[in-house]
């Protein structure tokens, strides 16, 4: 129960930190511009203002909430260190894993807030133009981007805890690049004459976040749902990952003197 | 009363360097014992191992040799913590928090309910001289003497036992001094113990009940500190005031006798002797020139003076 207490505060004041950061309601603020633009585009393509709207719409949700990721999720363990707003938290009653989990939840919290917003945004765009059916189907999307920027957020997380953050922006934007060409990696490892190429390429593969588990956009903006099962392999293939990187960062973080 | 705080050899090296590491010893086997219900004094120059240690009962670092026990505890032991408050020198908060909300948020941390909280919050921003009207402005527009004000209050949300305190006067005007003073010296009364580390000697001389003096890392001075005067006092002797002739006529009538600086004050002057006999000496020569004696004081060591012996 304090396990859990600890987690909630911790992630309540990320969450509250996130909202008081001026750069996060820009964020909100650009997307709905996006949403316009989107609209504008729409009327020069004659009969396709949905569907750009949707595809327009829904990438730059991704990319946008990977950009919050990126930059928010690199610094939550490194900011506290170098401000040393840490001394008194851990002070206090409070173990390094149930801080990172906090931390970790709280930006998630805030990921899933901000999709939410963009994600009314495009639907409401959608009625606009008349995509009536569309501003409900794409939900199914928009879930899978949140999984998509819940693992990446982990991601920066885990590397935010060891590295600077500028090193650890790079890298987790490296792994994001990476993670959606994971197929391609698999059949390059697959047509390598080289053993040595195969098994690297292929630990890689199976290392590396595979997020084309996540990608639906396309479909969405021809009014596919993804299925049931579709949705609930992607969260369990997302809090599998999620739980060995959070676990992985909470170890090196333990140990990690505070300077 | 018991001891409630042992450290056994606690030593930390810090490594400096990117390729070619290279270790410093921020701390070299110290070892202390602090009993309750007192307040510590913990002395060093820069650089002596005050924070670092202080960081290590925190489990902020963790020691290369040695432990340490708070309450019977390890100090790695997260339950301990609850029966523990500190506050860091110089304390670094949220910045984007408004002091009460800073306040609530460490007591739920506590597993204190926001009620609670929010009343524990009031009661301590008061006692540390928190104007009303700045609970709800945000901590990135308070002076460095209000952010103390808000890292002592947060050391004590959860009514602790003991309470580390890392340079508590820092950045204090004098009244503001004057408060953390009196609020240490109610901690006590309160039974509680109080570890601190501070630069200001005065604060320390008119506080603590034991100090502990760190120089370069080791542990070089340690016990009760009227007793740590009081024993430095007896090599220290006597200052005799003189006045009613000319110090070069007495300096000429002691040469030989008294080996002692004469100091040259307004209405005479003075010297300082080893013991009682040179005392008597004294006297018998101001008595053949016809001099008058002022006065005859043990000379008292300050801390500063035992300090400066223990940093030279």
């Known amino acids: 129960m304090t396990a859990l207490n600890h987690v909630r505060v911790i992630a309540s004041n990320t969450f509250r930190e996130a909202v008081r950061d001026r750069v996060l309601y820009n964020l909100v603020v650009f997307m709905l511009l996006i949403t316009g633009c989107a609209i504008f585009l729409g009327e020069l393509t004659a009969g396709q203002e949905s569907r750009t709207i949707v595809n327009i719409g829904l990438s730059a949700m991704l990319l946008f909430g990977v950009f919050i990721a990126i930059f928010v999720g690199v610094g939550l363990v490194s900011k506290e260190i170098e401000k040393k707003t840490l001394y008194t938290v851990f002070s206090k009653p409070v173990r390094r894993g149930e801080f990172i989990v906090g931390k970790y939840l709280g930006l998630c919290l805030t990921l899933l807030v901000n999709v939410a917003v963009m994600g009314l945004g495009v639907s409401i765009a959608l009625l606009f133009v008349g995509g009536g059916s569309l501003s409900i189907s794409i939900w199914g999307a928009i879930v899978l981007i949140f999984f998509e920027l819940a693992l990446i957020t982990a991601v920066a997380v885990l590397f935010s805890s060891f590295s600077s953050p500028a090193l650890s922006a790079l890298l987790t934007f490296l792994i994001f690049v990476i993670g959606h060409f994971s197929s391609s990696l698999r059949d390059l490892a697959q047509n390598l004459g080289s053993n040595a190429a195969q098994w690297l390429f292929g630990a890689i593969y199976y290392l590396l976040p595979n997020f084309s588990h996540f990608e639906f956009v396309s479909h969405a903006a021809h009014g596919r749902v993804p299925s049931g099962s579709y949705l609930a392999l992607a969260l369990l293939y997302a809090l599998a990952y999620i739980a060995v990187v959070i676990a992985v960062t909470a170890l090196i973080f333990r140990r990690r003197n505070l300077k | ?312």
């Open chain 2, 1 to 312: 009363m018991d001891t409630i705080i042992e450290i056994k050899g606690l030593t930390k090296d810090y490594e400096k360097g990117f390729w070619k590491k290279k270790k410093i010893r921020a701390l070299d086997d110290l070892s202390l014992q602090v009993e309750g219900g007192q307040i510590f004094g913990f002395l060093g120059g820069n650089g002596a191992g005050k924070t670092t240690t202080l960081k290590l009962l925190m489990s902020l670092i963790f020691p290369t040799e040695g432990s340490a026990k708070i309450l019977g505890a390890e100090i790695g032991d997260p339950a301990m913590h609850q029966k523990i408050g500190y506050c860091p020198e110089s304390p670094y908060f949220y910045d984007y928090l408004k002091a009460d909300e800073l306040m609530v948020y460490f007591g739920r941390l506590f597993g204190m309910d926001k009620g609670s909280a929010e009343k524990r919050s009031a009661e301590l921003l008061t006692r540390v001289g928190l104007e009303k009207k700045d609970w709800k402005r945000q901590l990135r527009k308070f002076s460095k003497g209000m952010l103390q004000r808000v890292g002592l209050a947060q050391s004590l949300i959860n009514d602790p036992e003991i309470v580390f305190m890392d340079e508590p006067m820092s950045g204090l005007d004098p009244i503001g001094r004057r408060q953390v003073r009196e609020l240490i010296a109610e901690l006590r009364e309160e039974g509680k113990t109080v570890f601190m580390s501070s630069h200001i000697l005065t604060d320390i001389e008119a506080l603590c009940d034991n100090v502990a003096i760190l120089r370069k890392g080791r542990l070089v001075e340690e016990g009760n500190l009227a007793e740590l005067l009081r024993s430095t006092a007896q090599d220290s002797g006597f200052e005799v005031s003189v006045g009613g002739i000319e110090s070069s006529v007495f300096k000429e009538a002691i040469k030989g006798k008294i080996a002692s600086e004469i100091n040259v004050k307004p209405g005479g002057f003075s010297l300082n002797v080893a013991n009682e006999q040179d005392v008597e000496a004294v006297l018998a020569s101001l008595n053949k020139l016809g001099g008058r004696l002022i006065g005859v004081n043990p000379v008292r060591q300050s801390l500063e003076e035992l300090f400066v012996r223990e940093e030279t």
